[in-house]
């Protein structure tokens, strides 16, 4: 775990201050002091030698080459490492120095040949320039706070938070988004002024001001361009090719014995890659509802090293608790403190954890997947029949009521099947989870989960899928 952090003055003369300082040691649970920029009105630092990296080093700077901190990796660093070279840049092994020299040459337009999960900032003292980075799927996380006369970011909200100038006061209409997904999707976050950066965005700030651009955003979607065969057939390339980039000597997964993980460890195994497995069980629950036997059956099948957690029901109140003080934003997932106790086996034992949560419907897993099948039998038919199976499923077919009326149960496109994902509630539902009375403004809420959705409307399914 690393982090970085730093302060950007908006106003000329800006004279030095201990926010840095401040902000740094609210960050030392992620790792020892590794270095510090500080230029003008710029000031950068960054936590956890290991993967935290600073560039120019600590005691080396110089008002003429551009700087960088980096939380993260660039996993193609050695083909543009090669690039610059042919270009005169050498010396960059250090993904840090690679991105400030990259962004010193071509300035953003270097950010459409990088791959990897960053979060970064970088200052180029020749234009005046300064970026603030976040990866396309947002691996890292950023977070900003921006007053008339300086910007702070950092990798956790209490690091902004150690500046006495930030306030700590909730936003209303957030909290109710935050009841009404579990979570509070980008650019918000619970607290008023304090943003984080959408995945695939950059802010760049230099003397004509701030703006906020998206660098990684797909291309519309063509009809007739690509079949939902071609979609499923193109998302199996991407995680083949995902898992061989991220693959490593020591790699651990996260296994239920469901199809996401199964597919993460078949896939690795597949390459030639070993790793060991974990997983965590829940004796106080019937068999049926504990994943030890499915995981330790899929763990055999494939050849691996596999190690269990038991997690007893009442020490569910306790890790809640232990999770409160991890977890930078309050996320509505119940399997959060089961799995802060799995953690704690391989803690110290291997470099990477892979967990296939989340991705289960993508692989065909739970009720979900099953009623979309339905739903491909009645595509043909007025959508009305779909709310008909709905009842029927509630009734008869055991699944659970937040599908019964879901627009996922029957959708006229295949591909439409995709994006249906994001209308899982009737408008009924929505009004009850948004029901006047509650703090905030229904119709900002609205218009707020309305563009989250509307953002992917666009893109190809594969990118809708993924998002």
Not at 189 to 211: A, N, Q, Y
Not at 234 to 250: D, F
Not at 307 to 327: H, N, Q, S, T, Y
């Amino acid at each position: 775990m690393a982090g970085i952090c730093g302060t950007i003055h908006l106003e000329s003369g800006a004279g030095a201050d201990d926010r840095l300082d401040a902000m740094l040691e609210r960050l030392a649970h992620r790792g020892a002091r590794d270095g510090r920029v500080r230029w003008g009105p710029i000031r950068f630092g960054c936590v956890d030698p290991e993967v935290a990296q600073v560039w120019p080093p600590r005691g080396s700077e110089t008002p003429h080459v551009a700087c960088a901190v980096l939380d993260g990796r660039i996993d193609n660093a050695p083909d543009l490492a090669a690039a610059l070279a042919r270009h005169g840049v050498q010396g960059t092994a250090n993904h840090a120095q690679l991105l400030s020299a990259g962004f010193a040459r071509e300035g953003s337009d270097f950010l459409a040949r990088v791959q990897g999960s960053f979060a970064a900032a970088i200052h180029d003292p020749a234009s005046k320039t300064t970026w603030l980075v976040r990866d396309p799927v947002g691996t890292r996380p950023l977070y900003l706070h921006r007053s008339r006369g300086r910007i702070l970011f950092a990798s956790e909200i209490r690091a902004l938070l150690g500046d006495p100038a930030v306030r700590r006061e909730i936003d209303p209409d957030q909290l109710r988004v935050l009841l009404a997904l579990g979570f509070n999707p980008a650019p918000h976050t619970l607290l008023k002024g304090i943003h984080k950066m959408p995945p695939g965005h950059l802010v760049r700030i230099d003397p004509s001001g701030v703006r906020s651009v998206r660098y990684d955003a797909p291309a519309p979607a063509d009809p007739d361009e690509l079949s939902f065969d071609d979609a499923v057939e193109a998302y199996r390339a991407t995680l083949r090719r995902v898992v061989r980039r991220c693959a490593g000597e020591s790699t651990g997964i996260l296994l239920s014995g469901g199809p996401d993980s199964a597919a993460l460890l078949l896939l690795h195994r597949k390459g030639g890659g070993t790793a060991t497995t974990y997983t965590a069980g829940f004796p106080d629950l019937q068999e049926e509802d504990d994943e030890r036997v499915s995981a330790w059956q899929a763990a055999h099948a494939l050849g691996t090293l596999h190690r269990e957690r038991k997690v007893a029901i009442d020490e569910i109140g306790a890790l809640f608790l232990a999770v409160a003080r991890i977890v930078e934003e309050p996320v509505g997932a119940s399997w959060m403190p089961p799995f802060h106790r799995l953690l704690e086996v391989p803690s110290g034992q291997v470099q990477t954890i892979w967990t296939g949560q989340g991705a289960g419907a993508l692989h065909g897993e739970g009720d979900a997947w099953r009623w979309l099948q339905v739903g491909e039998w009645v595509a043909g038919l007025p959508e009305r029949v779909g709310g008909l199976l709905g009842g029927v499923a509630l009734r008869f077919g055991g699944i659970r009521p937040e599908y019964a009326k879901s627009r996922l149960i029957a959708v006229r496109d295949e591909r439409e099947r995709i994006l249906s994902s994001f209308f899982l509630f009737e408008e009924s539902e929505l009004d009850r989870l948004l029901r006047p009375g509650n703090r905030g403004d229904r119709q900002t809420v609205r218009r707020g989960l309305e563009r989250w959705r509307e953002a992917v409307e666009d893109w190809e399914p594969l990118a809708q899928g993924l998002h």
